[in-house]
């Protein structure tokens, strides 16, 4: 799931829409701008998102960091989108069904969109969707 997850999202391009929250959080990741990058609204994505650019960096990138930025939502995604096929297997359900279950929500409008524009909310629905594994969980 996450594989395929990620392929689509890499290959259908790079977002046009640039939402108001990823320009900002790509421009203090840019700047290094710690002020802005951790606060009360997104705990933790700034300093993801800068340690992500980073990482780029240091591998040669020298473009604008909205793009990896776009590409760790696609990271995030992906992830999300497997973790809600594990917990439809852990709740009982096939490898077909969780299989299909989770392309549904990895294809959906919402999601995809978020999975390609650099916005902070697929970090957190990644934890959710942990977090509802670990409750869900028939352990």
């Known amino acids: 799931m996450f594989t395929a997850s990620l392929f689509l999202y890499i290959s259908s391009g790079r977002s046009v829409f640039f939402n108001f929250d990823g320009v900002a959080c790509a421009i203090a990741v840019e700047l290094s701008d710690f002020k802005h990058l951790v606060h009360g609204n997104h705990l933790a994505y700034g300093v993801v998102a800068w ?3 980073q990482s780029w960096r240091h ?11 776009q590409v760790l939502s696609g990271l995030l995604g992906a992830a999300a989108a497997a973790v809600f096929s594990s917990l439809l297997m852990r709740v009982g359900r096939s490898r077909r069904e969780a299989l299909l279950g989770g392309a549904a929500l990895a294809l959906s409008h919402a ?9 902070v909310y697929m970090l957190g629905a990644l934890f959710m969707a942990l977090a509802a594994r670990e409750a869900l969980g028939a352990d």
Request: a negative charge.
């Open 59 to 69: 591998l040669g990138y020298g473009g604008r960091t909205l793009y990896p930025l």
């Open 111 to 119: 999601w995809w969109f978020w999975s390609l524009e650099a916005q």
């Open 51 to 53: 340690f992500f650019d």
